[in-house]
């Protein structure tokens, strides 16, 4: 294997997010969001063609939309891949051969399955038979998809919202802060 920093890298993802690819979509995400928000600050500041007078609206805006689009993603995206980790885990959603591994040894878990407080990774601990490879494969694949479907969610729905609302608002403070403006012959237009 070549030590390049590239292959390095590649490791380290492979390492740390194999077995929590909605972790790394949303670690990605943040980042992709992080990075798209900076070259959008970068290009109003740096653009000549912008004034000053813009830019000191502009940038501030760019950097609150900034914070609302990678906010918005990271929260409801972690939120979701909580929750559907958690499910995965009291066995509320389950594949077929869990289900029939907690139906064969019904009178240690039915009164447990989907409780908050039931872990079936504790279970798979304690008993080498659970079927641990179908428990992980399912887990990973559920709160993945539920993770994909909250990214599109906030980043198609909720964050243009939010930031919208945003907008309006520090839009009306600026203009509540600016003199009212007047005609040519130095008095208020009506």
Do not use: C
């Amino acid at each position: 294997m070549s030590n390049s920093l590239l292959q390095k890298g590649m490791e380290w993802i492979y390492t740390n997010f194999k077995k929590n690819t909605a972790k790394m979509l949303i670690w990605t995400g943040v980042a992709g969001w992080s990075l798209s928000s900076l070259a959008q600050i970068g290009a109003v500041m740096f653009n000549p063609k912008i004034s000053k007078e813009q830019k000191s609206f502009l940038v501030p805006q760019e950097f609150m939309d900034a914070v609302v689009n990678i906010g918005s993603f990271f929260l409801v995206t972690q939120a979701a891949k909580k929750m559907i980790s958690k499910m995965a885990s009291t066995g509320k959603v389950a594949p077929m051969k869990v289900r029939q591994y907690l139906n064969k040894h019904k009178d240690l878990y039915a009164d447990k399955v989907g409780k908050i407080d039931f872990d079936l990774d504790e279970v798979l601990k304690k008993n080498a038979d659970f079927p641990k490879d179908s428990y992980y494969t399912y887990k990973n694949f559920i709160t993945t998809v539920g993770t994909v479907g909250a990214s599109v969610l906030s980043s198609n729905i909720i964050t243009p919202v939010v930031r919208n609302y945003t907008a309006s608002d520090v839009q009306k403070n600026i203009l509540r802060k600016q003199p009212p403006p007047t005609n040519y012959s130095g008095s208020m237009k009506i």
